[in-house]
């Protein structure tokens, strides 16, 4: 290959050689961009929205609705806890009153008739009853004769015996007299020595006579009064027995306990009914309470006497706890409010409605917050606190509560915003975003 350079090749007529004029021009170049560097940007970026969206889901990605939900604060102050509610007026006293024994029922009365203390409102014919108390009362009879024997025996007993005790007595006395008598001969040198000594020995004969005498009266008299006093006992039970048949006798008349009205008939005229039937109720229309159903969880805080208030027509009433029911029905239990003496309104009748509130007991500056189901769904043991627009779980110690605030031990402060109702929409889960605010 030759070195030499090739000669220019001919230009084209009419073309006119520049190449003397043409001048290189050096070209401004800017910084070079790094592709590195954008790509790392980019994935920050990436990293920072994906981070983003991560704690958007674990904050509450399925956010609840705020109108679901029902906020309450938390605050200072006392925390009365009293019981509030609507109760029943019925009367304090309304017996129903039972056949005592089986038999024809006769009634004096109608449902709604007023009836005094005592009246007869029922009759029961029970001849079975009847023929017993008269089987008894023949028992008794016999019984008392029997002891009344004993009582004339053993008076006889001891008169003989007292006589006899007489008659060694007497005899003591003339042995003492012959005795003087047969000394005074004796020391005249009239009678023998050995007459002296017989008269001595009768008289020891008669003090031998009256001790005897005298023990056979004491033992006749015990011997006689424990006869007696069997004899009287038996009778005296059998009296007792008596008592209660003719008890049972008067029961078979129905006998109003106090004034009132007659409730609700049982039983139906001119009925064989049978023994421990129910009859018929009287109702006392001079006393009333007032029925209220309370929770459960508040049963164990009523006491008998606890003072409470009754509501009518925008009057307050004194009252206090009379009954507390020991049974539980459907997460309730029963109590009966009574009205303060001379404190029951006028004009009240049964089944009419009164508001009543019973106080329990008030703490002073307490932390407390609205009562509501988160309550009972957490176990008072957490609540949900808002942090702007999330509900964070915190863990809480609950107290004593009322019906309308629960008390705050610790956990929360005042100005805590706690979702008290609607968190069982939360799963448990630790962070809720809620949306709507």
Known sequence: MSDATPAASPRPAGIRDTTGQDTVRAVARGPRRRPWLIGGAIGVLLIGATAWLLSGWASGARSVDADRLRFAEVTRGDLVRDIAAEGRVIAANSPTLYAISGGMLTLKVVAGDRVEKGQALAEIDSPELRSKLAQEEATLAGYEAEAGRAVLDAQLRQAEARKVLDQAKIDRTAA???????????????VAQVDLARAQDTLQKTEIGVASATQDLGLQGRGAGLDTRNKQLVAERQRSVVAEMRRQVDALTLRAPFDGIVGQVQAVQSSNVAANAPVLSVVDLSVFEVEIKVPESFARDLEIGMPAELRSVGTTYPAKVSAVSPEVVNGEVVARLRFDAGSQPPGLRQSQRLTARILLDT??????????????????????????NTAVRRPITAGASSLSAVEIIEGLQPGDRVVVAGTDQFDNAERIRISGL
Not at 176 to 190: H, M, S, V
Not at 375 to 385: H, P, T
């Open 176 to 190: 003492q007299r012959d005795l003087e008598r047969y000394q005074r001969a004796f020391e005249g040198g009239a």
């Open 363 to 388: 703490r002073k500056d307490v932390l407390m917050v609205a009562r509501g189901p988160f309550l009972d769904q957490e176990g008072g043991s957490a609540a949900y606190v808002m942090d702007g």
